[in-house]
């Protein structure tokens, strides 16, 4: 709807404008490290099999084509939205019957969610600390990261990686997007 639209653009612009502030929280999460994009694109079962200037290289080039700020950026800006998602669902002005149902997948639920807010969204209590793992979930079901489960035996053959680097996201976004909506109707026609 309009206004989870609305929601994800305020989240864009809080996250350039406070972009110190959301690196941070990125960072307390744990949903983005130094070799984020080097997790994200080469597994390292995988990089055991590449040599240091092979790897040095290629962390260069995600450099330069921007790819590492871009990795960095939106699991920053999914971090946030995961906050407002989260306190959305544990106020539920609007009465919506799944609220529970979404906090519970995250393994939360609105009061362990308030109680956090009302203690100033400290990730050390013991609230907090649901309601970061509950976020490291939301980021990380969020975000396309092909993994070794996520790809068929063939592409672990190192002669077929580079094949499998061009068709992984593809694949990963027909799994997680294409295979979440399907989930979420069936939980719907359930209800």
């Not at 612009?13 to 929280?25: H, L, P, S």
């Not at 068709?167 to 909506?181: D, Q």
């Amino acid at each position: 709807n309009m206004d989870t639209f609305m929601t994800a653009f305020k989240q864009i612009g809080a996250t350039i404008k406070n972009r110190a502030e959301a690196t941070q929280f990125a960072r307390d999460l744990g949903v983005i490290t130094s070799e984020v994009v080097a997790n994200a694109w080469v597994t390292e079962a995988e990089q055991d099999y590449t040599d240091t200037k092979v790897r040095k290289m290629s962390d260069r080039f995600f450099s330069v084509i921007g790819l590492n700020f871009f990795t960095k950026f939106t699991r920053e800006f999914a971090a946030g939205m995961g906050v407002q998602f989260i306190l959305k669902h544990a106020k539920n002005e609007f009465n919506n019957p799944r609220s529970e149902r979404y906090l519970k997948e995250l393994g939360l639920t609105a009061a362990e969610v308030t109680a956090w807010e009302k203690g100033g969204r400290k990730l050390t209590t013991p609230e907090g600390k649901k309601v970061a793992k509950g976020l490291q979930r939301f980021v990380e079901s969020s975000i396309l990261r092909p993994n070794a489960a996520e790809r068929p035996v063939w592409a672990s053959d190192p002669h077929w990686a580079l094949v499998w680097q061009l068709k992984s996201f593809l694949y990963a976004y027909t799994k997680v997007i294409t295979g979440g909506v399907f989930r979420e109707a069936l939980n719907r026609r359930n209800e």
